[in-house]
């Protein structure tokens, strides 16, 4: 197959909350014609060798990287991590307090619901959906819908287990500043994830001045308008705009491997800005 030049950097396994193998994301990106895709799972890294191993047999490079969870001003901000070591390093001490925390959180939340009458989840059950220990609230809404307590994933969110709602708990706390830095420690190049869901655009300056190097300006089921405005926020701060399709596999069938790309350029540009590091 002629590859097609282009790379999809933000792309989730099983190991944090999609339901895709390493060898499905494989498949589908070699389907997609994509030259470069980049494993991006939650707080965790664990999904990345399999896919780099499942990738070896193909003209397929599997850029190593991680979507941070971090919080500022009571809203969640999701920094990438791009070129990352996973194999050793400040990064990987600190996954096991995020999935550490992660779990806890996750029977707190079933304890919760509990409380409120649904009573027929348990977190075997919840972490039976994930290869690793990165339970998440998607893992959550999705049993929800499978038991009949909502008709869809989004309202799950909305009635149970969103901020406000009877079955939340909140989350670990660690700072977006935080975040940058502990990709930066590892070798890594720092991206502001999907900055158009996000809406802390007035924060996006002093992420640079922390060491912030790009921004997810191209995202999938965005107006052309939103993505011209995040480019010229790119380009104000100097920042590599970067993209992907966020895919979770068939559990959000609105986005797919290959579905938003950018061309490799950009991906020359983060390993120049990894290595500079």
Not at 166 to 190: C, D, M, N
């Amino acid at each position: 197959m002629i590859m097609s030049g282009q790379a999809d950097l933000h792309i989730h396994t099983y190991y944090s909350d999609s339901v895709s193998s390493p060898q499905e994301v494989v498949d589908d990106a070699l389907k997609a014609g994509l030259s470069f895709i980049s494993i991006t799972d939650h707080d965790i890294v664990q999904g990345v060798e399999p896919t780099i191993e499942a990738a070896k047999p193909h003209a397929l490079e599997v850029i190593p990287g991680i979507e941070l969870s971090s919080e500022y001003e009571n809203c969640d901000i999701h920094i990438l991590g791009y070129f990352i070591d996973h194999h050793k390093g400040p990064l990987l001490e600190k996954i096991d307090v995020f999935l550490n925390a992660r779990v806890e959180r996750m029977k707190k939340m079933i304890m919760n619901l509990k409380a409120v009458g649904v009573n027929n989840i348990e977190f075997e059950e919840v972490s039976a959906l994930t290869k690793s220990r990165a339970v998440g609230r998607a893992h959550l809404a999705f049993l929800l819908q499978q038991k009949g307590w909502v008709t869809h994933i989004k309202s799950a969110f909305e009635k149970y287990i969103g901020p406000g709602c009877p079955g939340y708990a909140v989350k670990y706390k660690q700072t977006p500043f935080e975040a940058i830095e502990l990709i930066r420690s590892s070798g890594g190049v720092a991206v502001m994830a999907h900055p158009m869901l996000t809406q802390k655009d007035e924060l996006i300056p002093r992420f640079v001045a922390a060491g912030l190097k790009g921004l997810e300006v191209y995202y999938p089921n965005c107006m052309t308008s939103v993505t011209e405005f995040y480019e010229r926020i790119a380009l104000k701060n100097g920042l590599i705009a970067t993209g992907g399709s966020d895919s979770h596999g068939k559990i959000k069938p609105y986005t797919y491997v290959g579905k938003k790309t950018v061309p490799l350029e950009v991906v020359e540009q983060l390993r120049m800005a990894s290595a500079s590091l």
